[in-house]
């Protein structure tokens, strides 16, 4: 017999709004003192009414747009009771059966080791709703007292269930890897884990596959899930899923049959294992009912105007860096990744396309110098910004934005240029690039004022390579007499007298041709 998981996920995402979902509390709890971001309507007080927050409806259609959603003309407001003290009114308002975003859909690309596995998932997403977040509990280390923060209370979620389509921990984390990009590309959320901007509940069971000789494979019936609470990182999903499927499986072996009923585990991140939490309260009765003091939503005119604000997806934006820019899988998705530095790399490309336009040496129409030309370029610029700017970057504690500030795509352009053309080597552009990092120079006046040109004219390197020639007597009759690979030892003496600055390739040829 063979057993397979069946997962689905819950993701709530902190919305990126001003104020909070239905009053108008700033909405930042980080940074602030406990309890001073609240006002009566977040802390439940009788009497008060909420508003709905029209900037968090705008950005939950839009984030239902982006993963293919179809987004109903009418939605609701529906209240979720139960008591715990995180949450002062005694009930939580959310959307039951009438949600702002239903049926959308995820395909993920699934790096995958083994031949059996598949590439691509299509992952169902149910719905994505909307509703406020609790308040903050935190609890003394000897147990005696508890506290809560009401600065959260009230904040604006987006919360979206997936159907249980993956079928291994690795396609989970590569999907919440791509819906946290799709939430900071349409600007809902900056959908960071670490600091609970986007918080992750896991359900997993396991089900029989019955394998038939002649190929098909067919599902059993669905069992009780376990649903995984608490997981502060995308890593952590996956690894506490890999833990659930030998649990479960180990259960499955032992009792002959599946876990038996729901429950709910927390994941212990310190010993890398899922505990049992509440199995007692899993059947919980919310007791739902539209929400009185709000009244419904009409989609219909936020939905046109929404869909007008999508703007191109990641997946979209890579696709385009391979096929457009030439960029690896690799590179694109490093690009991708951080909106400044996609930004940038877009305009040094039109740079490029510019300086090629402008090239007279390079023959062609814009578009063959481009095709002709694009996978050179593409080279550079994975090697000079991704690789070596990069690299300053991380060194000098600065981000993409800062490093536009200094240096313009223009002067990269120009950077890139004087590179391809040979006009500098690579440990003069290494000094070049610093240089420009730190003084917003242009990348010309910086070789100028270092004297750090390269020397690729024969004018320029004669004298170079007729003093090399006379000073290694020896070493030009051994080449010859046969010795040819003794031209790099005459190579490097050019480069030793001209303190690096001589084209290689060029002082090569000269050599060669005035040793003949
Ligand atoms: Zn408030
Ligand atoms: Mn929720």
């Known amino acids: 017999m063979k057993i397979e998981p069946v997962i689905g996920l819950e993701i709530h995402v902190q919305l990126k709004t001003k104020s909070k979902m239905f009053c108008s509390c700033e909405n930042i709890s980080e940074d602030r003192p406990p309890n001073t971001a609240v006002c009566p309507v977040c802390t439940g007080h009788p009497g008060t009414l909420p508003v709905a927050n029209a900037e968090a409806i705008n950005l939950g259609v839009r984030a239902g747009l982006a993963i293919n959603c179809t987004i109903p003309d009418r939605a609701k407001f529906d209240r979720k009771n139960y008591f715990y003290p995180d949450l002062p009114k005694g009930y939580q308002i959310s959307q039951f059966d009438e949600p702002v975003a239903i049926k959308g859909w995820l395909d993920i690309e699934v790096p995958s080791a083994k031949a059996h596995e598949r590439k691509t998932a299509h992952i169902g997403i149910t719905r994505l709703h909307l509703e406020e977040d609790a308040a903050k509990l935190s609890h003394s280390t000897d147990g005696k007292a508890s506290y809560v923060d009401y600065n959260r209370g009230g904040t604006p979620l987006a919360e979206i269930v997936t159907d249980p389509d993956f079928a291994s921990p690795a396609e989970a984390r590569v999907f919440l890897q791509e819906l946290q990009r799709i939430m900071r590309a349409v600007g809902a959320s900056d959908a960071d884990m670490e600091k609970g901007m986007m918080r992750c509940d896991a359900n997993i069971s396991m089900r029989e596959i019955v394998e038939k000789p002649e190929g098909e494979r067919l599902a059993m019936q669905l069992n009780p899930k376990t649903e995984v609470k608490n997981i502060n990182s995308i890593r952590n999903v996956e690894r506490a899923l890999e833990f659930e499927i030998k649990r479960q499986t180990a259960v499955w072996e032992e009792t002959h049959a599946p876990v038996a009923e729901t429950t709910t585990r927390g994941w212990d991140d310190a010993k890398g294992i899922t505990v049992d939490q509440r199995s007692k309260e899993a059947a919980h009765d919310y007791r739902y009912f539209p929400e009185p003091d709000l009244p419904g939503l009409d989609l219909v005119a936020i939905r046109e105007a929404q869909t007008k604000l999508v703007p191109e997806l990641p997946q979209a934006m890579r696709a385009r860096f391979i096929d457009e820019y030439g960029f690896n899988r690799e590179d694109a998705t490093i690009m991708t990744d951080d909106a400044a530095l996609a930004d940038y790399v877009e305009e040094i490309m039109s740079e490029m396309r510019v300086w090629l336009h402008d090239n007279g040496e390079i023959e062609g129409t814009d578009d063959e110098k481009w095709e002709a030309n694009k996978a050179k370029i593409a080279k550079l610029v994975s090697g000079w910004l991704l690789s070596k700017l990069g690299g300053l970057l991380i060194e000098k504690k600065l981000s993409w934005s800062d490093a536009k500030t200094k240096i313009t795509a223009e002067n990269f352009g120009d950077f890139l240029a004087l590179i391809y053309a040979s006009k500098m080597n690579s440990a003069a552009a290494q000094i070049v690039l610093a240089e420009m990092l ?34 290694y007597v020896d070493q030009v009759l051994q080449y010859k007499a046969g010795k040819v690979q003794i031209i790099k030892f005459l190579v490097g003496a050019v480069m030793k007298a001209t303190n690096g600055k001589a084209n290689p390739q060029v002082a090569e040829e000269m050599l060669k041709e005035m040793m003949k």
């Open 438 to 471: 730190a003084t917003a120079k242009e990348p010309e006046a910086i070789l100028e004022e270092k004297n750090l040109g390269q020397q690729s004219s024969a004018d320029d390197l004669k004298p170079a390579v007729e003093g090399v020639l006379n000073q």
